[in-house]
């Protein structure tokens, strides 16, 4: 736990040692440009990090904060089908940031904690503890044009993560429908991103693809491969002492069949697709954000856990 508090203080202080202004001249992005990545959530919440929320702040270019994630599902406790349906609860509090290192590079790290709840016949469980720790460096293949009287600009990016096992992996939990109901994967997970953003003057819209890839951990499971799409409509106010972002969009998250001793887990893959909505509002060097998903149509675990909402909070600190 020390080394990654230590981790996180060292990233800071490269924050701070680092030019806040990436690039040169008239600039849009320059202090408060949109930039949202898609991260991995695990289905169901388990080590879920960025939850298809994103991975960044739509105000703050760099930035440390802290962000609380909450999830619901209900789930099928039983084969039959006249079984119970419980109610599951996802609590995620996040200390996020986002570092540059040089002009076209930017490191993000993630560190959770979870507080996870259910509800079962045989009465209340409760998870709590440390979740998976992430880290995302992206590369920008193509910088917003610096011409103020262009009608468009954009920004491609493309980058490559890795998130570390940190957060307790309990195997008991795997005899359950949503083997998710967990603190981390138990395994060391690799992920590849893109994103896309195009501007016209206060509007614009941000897309993105990402893939994760998760092997195997110590007691032979594995989650499924995971891969999420979004894209999100966006507006933004510079009013006398604040900025505006309200946003519109929608994600998705795509899951593939979970291993255990190599072989394929019954009724473990599935889809989901979110409608998302948001607000972040930025004074000076301080901003906070609200973000809402709901699904449209969904099919996780051959129908026996569905998901109900999401809802996250952010409160930041431009560096």
Aim: charged share 15%.
């Amino acid at each position: 736990m020390k080394k990654i508090l230590l981790l996180i203080f060292v990233g800071i202080q490269l924050a701070n040692a680092a030019t806040k202004d990436t690039i040169q001249g008239v600039n849009p992005f320059k202090k408060y440009y949109l930039f949202r990545e898609e991260e991995d959530c695990d289905a169901c919440g388990c080590s879920a990090n960025g939850g298809s929320m994103g991975f960044s702040s739509m105000l703050n270019n760099n930035f440390i904060g802290i962000r609380y994630v909450y999830q619901q599902y209900t789930t099928k406790e039983g084969v039959f089908n006249n079984s119970p349906w419980i109610t599951e609860n996802f609590n995620t509090l996040q200390i996020w940031s986002r570092i540059p290192i040089t002009n076209r590079i930017q490191l993000t790290a993630l560190l959770p904690y979870h507080n996870n709840n259910r509800e079962l016949i045989t009465g209340k469980e409760a998870i709590s503890g440390i979740g998976d720790l992430t880290f995302l460096g992206m590369y920008t293949l193509v910088q917003p044009k610096m011409d103020s009287t262009a009608v468009f600009t954009h920004k491609w990016q493309v980058g490559a993560g890795i998130k570390a096992p940190t957060g307790k992996y309990d195997q008991q939990n795997n005899g359950t429908l949503n083997s998710s109901f967990q603190l981390g994967t138990g395994s060391w997970d690799y992920l590849v991103a893109t994103e896309y953003i195009i501007r016209r003057k206060s509007i614009g819209l941000n897309s993105a693809l990402s893939y994760v890839y998760k092997t195997e951990n110590q007691k032979q499971y594995q989650f499924g491969n995971q891969f999420n799409y979004g894209s999100t409509l966006f507006y933004f106010l510079d009013l006398d002492k604040i900025k505006l972002v309200p946003q519109l969009g929608f994600a998705g998250e795509v899951y593939a069949a979970n291993k255990q001793v190599k072989q394929e887990v019954l009724d473990s893959k599935g889809s989901v697709l979110f409608s998302k909505f948001g607000l972040e509002l930025g004074r000076k060097n301080l901003s906070v954000g609200i973000n809402m998903m709901n699904p449209i149509k969904q099919n996780l675990t051959g129908g026996n856990v569905q998901a109900k909402y999401r809802i996250g909070f952010n409160f930041n600190y431009s560096l």
